[in-house]
């Protein structure tokens, strides 16, 4: 990369940055979204109305996150899951989950660079998202390791469930919810089995970090609710008359966000499960 353009990227995400303060400060003192009226009028959503749900054909893209292959399955981006604009998934990420202007920009962009791909102009398919150790990482709280699993769209049902039955909090209408402390629990589980059973196993602080931002959507744009991501893992489909938890009137920017993952993160304790990670192992070995 010519020295012009690291230079022009380096301002770029100081501004995007610079951007997601002023966006911050904005949203302690501005009224936040009613209920019932998260998602902007005029955009699929509105209403707690989600457009209809199909779930993918064989020949359709998809990738390891569900959030986006969610918006493919109600037709919000192309049901085929290809030829997505970096530009319009982010501004359907914005709309759908309430994320803030900066989230939109920022993640998108590092996906395109990721990819080698211009951010304005290319098209990409979802699949292409899980290029190993890009955003795709091991130890998935979701997701068998690509060692294991090839095809990262393929959900680990398993994995999907302990999560749900390791819930330990209540919200405020008597409802099961996952708490940033079930997410820490279960992802240093997820980590040290990983790391036991697949000898090609890498997990750098960025994919640590990635992967407690995948944890911390669950709490903050689902308020954590077990009945809610029941359907949202098993199936990618936004529950009935559901809507975004977030309510902030910019949307939740990088820097609230980031509040929640480094709780996740810092409460990540694998060494808990040094017993669970040797019994993975020996079951590893018989099975192969």
Known sequence: MDPFSIVSRLFLDV?????????????????KRRIGHVTPQGHPGYG????????PKETDSRCSCPA?????????IPR?????SFVEVGDHIRTTYNFSPTFCSFVPRFAARMLKK????????????????GIEHDGSLLRLDSALEQTQSTKHVPFIEEL???????????????TTKDLSRILGKRRAVARAVNKEFSLS?????????????????FGGRVDDLHSFLHEERLPEGWESHIRQH??????????????IELGVREQDWAEAAREAAERHKVSV
């Not at 986006?68 to 919000?76: E, K, P, Q, S």
């Not at 749900?164 to 409802?175: F, H, P, V």
């Open 118 to 133: 211009n951010y304005s102009e290319d098209l990409f398919d979802l699949e292409e998202l899980d290029l190993h150790n």
């Open 48 to 55: 707690k109305h989600w457009p209809e749900y199909s779930p």
């Open 205 to 221: 602080f960025f994919h640590k970090i990635f992967g407690s931002t995948n944890a911390a959507t669950l709490v903050t744009v």
């Open 250 to 263: 910019h949307g939740i920017t990088l820097m609230q966000l980031n509040k929640t993952i480094l709780g």
């Open 15 to 31: 501004g995007i940055l610079s951007w997601d303060i002023l966006l911050t400060l904005s949203n302690l003192v501005r009224r």
């Open 164 to 178: 749900l039955t390791t819930a330990t909090g209540k919200d405020k209408k008597d409802n099961t919810v996952i």
């Open 80 to 84: 085929s899951g290809r030829d997505i």
């Open 68 to 76: 986006l292959n969610a918006m493919a399955n109600h037709g919000i």
